[in-house]
């Protein structure tokens, strides 16, 4: 969640159809981190979040141009924090690699790769994580913490 509290909705010993692809739903373990993605500036220089909403915190918001957006919605540092301790527990229960990209760019060969991934590794149209995430610091945090 925004504060870093974790809820399990699924055990991950079975699987989901949340890609809506058998292999690669039967090879995940899906973690999802609430954000509000991308805001768009309107003509009265406010930021409106998808929803149409005003997003009223100017500090949260970073300006990067990426897939078709410019800004977007800082994840916290209590959100690290808690996708870290809950990525080294996983990493170490079902003995996944603690690899990770340090980047959020589609990877086109993905079929030996054995560790973490984020979705938008995955296809061109998803934009989850965003460039919001400190996707370098992220890496090297969890890679620190190898024990396999």
């Excluded at 399990?8 to 995940?28: A, I, R, T, V």
């Excluded at 009223?56 to 540092?77: C, P, T």
């Excluded at 996707?135 to 969890?142: H, R």
């Amino acid at each position: 969640s925004e504060n870093g509290e974790i809820f399990n909705h699924f055990d991950p010993e079975f699987q989901s159809s949340f890609f809506n692809d058998k292999y690669l739903d039967s090879k995940s373990i899906i973690i999802l981190i609430e954000n509000m993605g991308w805001v768009e500036k309107d003509e009265k220089n406010r930021f409106i979040t998808i929803y149409g909403d005003i997003y009223g915190n100017l500090d949260n918001v970073m300006a990067k141009r990426w897939r078709d957006h410019e800004f977007w919605v800082k994840y916290n540092e209590k959100q690290v924090t808690a996708a870290l301790d809950l990525i080294n527990y996983l990493t170490d229960e079902f003995y996944i690699p603690k690899t990770i990209f340090g980047h959020n760019t589609k990877i086109d060969d993905l079929a030996d790769y054995q560790g973490v991934l984020y979705k938008s590794n995955l296809e061109k149209h998803y934009n989850d994580l965003t460039p919001a995430w400190d996707f370098k610091t992220f890496k090297e945090n969890l890679e620190k913490k190898h024990i396999l």
